[in-house]
Antibody, heavy 117, light 110 residues
Framework: QVQLVQSGAEVKRPGASVKISCKAS????????FHWVRQAPGQRLEWMGW????????YYSEDFQGRLTITRDASATTAYMELSSLRSEDMAVYYC??????????WGQGTLVTVSP | QSALTQPASVSGSPGQSITISCTGT?????????VSWYQQHPGKVPQLLIY???NRPSGVSIRFSGSKSGDTASLTISGVQAEDEADYYC??????????FGEGTKLTVL
């Protein structure tokens, strides 16, 4: 079955970067798009960006332009999200999700990122 | 980036039908069939309920249905049950090749 397993919780200082991995299994990795979504405590879901499997391009929400990098390693069937210049407002649970039919079909278990001095 | 507009909360008694609206613009909801809905119970991972406006993934109850008219999409839950109490989010593809979520709606089953 399709599984997306994310790396573990992170604690970072303000100004640092965090890189989260999302290991996929149970389907053909190269044919899938990946999205990254975050959710701050008690807040709504926030779409961050995606990696398009069709043309290999990445697209980012303007809210993260310049700070967000989404990559993928097909040989490791793993997607990555790196967010730099962290601030307290970036404290959230970060999810990867497989894209299909314009939706977020399968989700990882989430990775908690804590930003603390 | 702004969010799609959803009511903050809705409520219903068991067995009733409820509808949650999701209003966007002609650059997102109104322009594409890629509108989807998600259910999220507290502390849990969101789950896909509806994709492409009105399609249900395998395993999702037929009590959940979706529709769209103009710039507004809707999720209807027929015969609300206690287990449906959760947060619901809509999402849409946009003309910028990005996605956007709604503000989220908390469903309370009375």
């Amino acid at each position: 079955q399709v599984q997306l397993v994310q790396s573990g919780a992170e604690v970072k200082r303000p100004g640092a970067s965090v890189k989260i991995s999302c290991k996929a299994s149970g389907y053909t990795f190269i044919n899938s798009s990946f999205h990254w979504v975050r959710q701050a405590p008690g807040q709504r879901l926030e779409w961050m960006g995606w990696s398009n499997s069709v043309n290999g391009d990445t697209y980012y929400s303007e809210d993260f332009q310049g700070r967000l990098t989404i990559t993928r390693d097909a040989s490791a069937t793993t997607a990555y999200m790196e967010l730099s210049s962290l601030r307290s407002e970036d404290m959230a649970v970060y999810y990867c999700a497989r894209g299909a039919y314009g939706a977020f079909e399968y989700w990882g278990q989430g990775t908690l990122v804590t930003v603390s001095p | 980036q702004s969010a799609l507009t959803q009511p903050a909360s809705v409520s219903g008694s068991p067995g009733q039908s409820i509808t949650i609206s999701c209003t966007g613009t002609s650059s997102d909801v109104g322009a594409y069939k890629y509108v989807s809905w998600y259910q999220q119970h507290p502390g849990k991972v969101p789950q896909l309920l509806i994709y492409e406006v009105s399609n249900r993934p395998s395993g999702v109850s037929i009590r959940f249905s979706g529709s769209k008219s103009g710039d507004t999409a809707s999720l209807t839950i027929s015969g609300v049950q206690a287990e449906d109490e959760a947060d619901y989010y809509c999402s849409s593809y946009t003309s910028s090749s990005t996605w956007i979520f709604g503000e989220g709606t908390k469903l309370t089953v009375l």
